[in-house]
C-alpha cells in the first residue's frame, strides 16, 4: 500500500500544492474501559452517532461536501458496514455520501485515513472522513477461527490464528526483551498519560459526547442513566514499575495485564480535504497528509511490524528518522513497542509522549485514527509527525504528516 506518495524529501514534504491532500480536523472520544466503562451498555453504532454529531458541529463543515467516509472496524460482524452507515446518517451526513468499511486489525483506523487521502489524491473526491469505531464491550470475542479441514494443519494459515499474546511473547523471547523492561516502560506510559489528562493535554482533542448506563435489578428491572462521558478512563495514578512487577503473567512468560494494551471502547475520526476545496471554503488546514504504507511480516512475530514499516514509509518520503519530531507507536504490548522503536532508533523523547495504548486502551479499529487526534496536538508548525502500529497477522503500518 503505497499512500499518497510524490514527495521524495524534506523540502517537498514541506512545500505547498493545490492538489495536496489535507486535514481540516481530528478529533475523537475519550476512551471507555471495555466491559465496565462509560461505553460499556451503548453499541458502536450508538458511540458513531454521538461522535458524528458532535464532530459535524465542532468542524462546521458542511455535510454536503462529504463525499465518502471510510470507518475502521474489527469485531462488528461484516465490518459494522450496515450500521455505521446508518450511523453516518443519524448524525447528519447526507446519503450522497458514500461509506466503506475497513478491517486491516489494528491499523484499520489509519487504513480508512489512507483510503480517503488516496481517492483526494487521484481525483475521485474532494473531501472525506476516515476515521474508527469500536465496542469491544459489545463485540469482544475470545473464539479463535478454525482451519479448513481439507487444508490439513496448513502451517502458513495456523502461524496467522496465534493468539496476539502469544506472538508478543515470541519477540519477547528472540529478542530478549525482559520482564522488566516491559514493566518500566508500561508504568512510563501510564505516568505520561496520567500528566496528560491532569495537565488538560486532551481537552482539545477529545469530543465530549452522551452515553447511557444501562443497569438491571435483582427482579429484572432495568434503569438506564445518561451520562457525559469527556476523560479516558484507562490511565490510573501511581503506576510504577514494581508495581507491575508483581502482576501475574498472561501467557506463561513475560506478557501481563498491565504491560499490555487494554481492552477498550470509542471511536476517532480525521476530516480531510484537497487543498484547493480548503482554501476556496476557508476551512482551516491543520495538517498535510504525506504518506502511509503497510508492509507484511511473518505472523508469528507480528509485534515487529513498524520496525518494517517505519523504514518503508521513510525510505520512500525521502526522510530519516532524525527528520520526524514526535512519533506515535502503537503499545499493542511493551516488548513489540519496545522493540519497534529500539530497531528504528526512535528517541523515547519523542515516543509517545502523552502514554499510548498501554494506560489509554486500545479499541482495535480507532487506534490510527486516534493517533492523528494525538498527534496533530504535540506537533507545532512545520514540525514532521509519524505514527505506526504492528498488525494481526503479521504486518505493519506507518504513516507521516506535516502541521502546518
Avoid: W
Avoid at 496520567?194 to 429484572?220: H, M, Q, V
Avoid at 514499575?241 to 501481563?256: C, D, E, I, V, Y
Avoid at 480531510?272 to 503497510?294: D, H, N, Q, T
Avoid at 498527534?375 to 508548525?381: A, G, M, P, S, V
Amino acid at each position: 500500500m503505497g499512500g499518497h506518495i510524490k514527495n521524495n524529501n524534506k523540502k517537498d514534504i514541506l512545500s505547498k500544492h493545490p492538489d495536496d491532500v489535507v486535514i481540516v480536523a481530528a478529533y475523537r472520544t475519550a476512551i471507555g474501559k471495555g466491559f465496565k466503562g462509560s461505553f460499556k451498555s451503548v453499541g458502536s453504532e450508538y458511540i458513531l452517532t454521538e461522535f458524528l454529531k458532535e464532530f459535524l458541529a465542532k468542524t462546521k463543515v458542511d455535510p454536503n461536501l462529504i463525499e465518502d467516509v471510510a470507518m475502521g472496524n474489527v469485531l462488528n460482524q461484516a465490518i459494522g458496514a450496515t450500521e455505521h452507515r446508518g450511523a453516518c446518517l443519524a448524525a447528519g451526513i447526507p446519503y450522497t455520501s458514500a461509506f466503506i468499511g475497513i478491517n486491516r486489525f489494528c491499523s484499520s483506523g489509519l487504513m480508512a485515513i489512507s483510503d480517503i487521502a488516496n481517492k483526494i489524491a487521484v481525483g475521485e473526491i474532494d473531501c472525506g472522513i476516515g476515521g474508527g469505531i469500536e465496542s469491544m464491550s459489545q463485540y469482544y470475542k475470545s473464539t479463535i477461527p478454525q482451519i479448513d479441514p481439507h487444508l490439513g494443519e496448513d502451517e502458513h494459515v495456523a502461524s496467522c490464528l496465534i493468539p496476539m499474546g502469544i506472538t508478543n511473547e515470541n519477540v519477547a523471547n528472540k529478542y530478549n526483551i525482559s520482564r522488566e523492561k516491559q514493566d518500566e516502560f508500561s508504568a512510563n506510559s501510564y505516568n505520561k498519560a496520567e500528566n496528560a489528562i491532569s495537565s488538560g493535554a486532551f481537552k482539545d482533542e477529545i469530543l465530549p459526547i452522551k452515553s447511557i448506563i444501562r443497569t438491571e435489578d435483582e427482579n429484572g428491572n432495568i434503569t438506564e442513566k445518561e451520562i457525559l462521558v469527556d476523560t479516558d478512563e484507562g490511565p490510573r495514578k501511581g503506576v510504577s514499575a514494581s508495581g507491575l512487577g508483581k502482576l501475574p503473567p498472561a501467557f506463561g512468560g513475560t506478557t501481563t495485564a498491565g504491560n499490555a494494551s487494554q481492552i477498550s471502547d470509542g471511536a476517532a475520526a480525521v476530516l480531510l480535504m484537497k487543498r484547493s476545496l480548503a482554501e476556496s471554503k476557508g476551512y482551516p488546514i491543520v495538517a498535510k497528509f504525506v504518506a502511509a504504507v503497510a508492509v507484511g511480516v511473518p505472523p508469528e512475530i507480528m509485534g515487529v511490524g513498524p520496525a518494517f514499516a517505519i523504514p518503508e514509509v521513510l525510505s520512500r518520503s525521502g526522510l530519516k528518522v532524525d527528520d520526524i519530531d514526535v512519533f506515535e507507536i502503537n503499545e499493542a504490548f511493551a516488548a513489540q513497542c519496545l522493540y519497534s522503536a529500539e530497531q528504528c532508533n526512535v528517541p523515547q523523547d519523542k515516543l509517545n509522549i502523552n502514554g499510548g495504548a498501554i494506560a489509554l486502551g486500545h479499541p482495535l479499529g480507532v487506534t490510527g485514527a486516534r493517533q492523528y487526534a494525538t498527534i496533530l496536538r504535540l506537533l507545532k508548525q512545520g514540525q514532521i509527525g509519524l505514527t505506526s502500529m504492528c498488525i494481526g497477522t503479521g504486518m505493519g503500518a506507518a504513516s507521516i504528516l506535516v502541521k502546518e
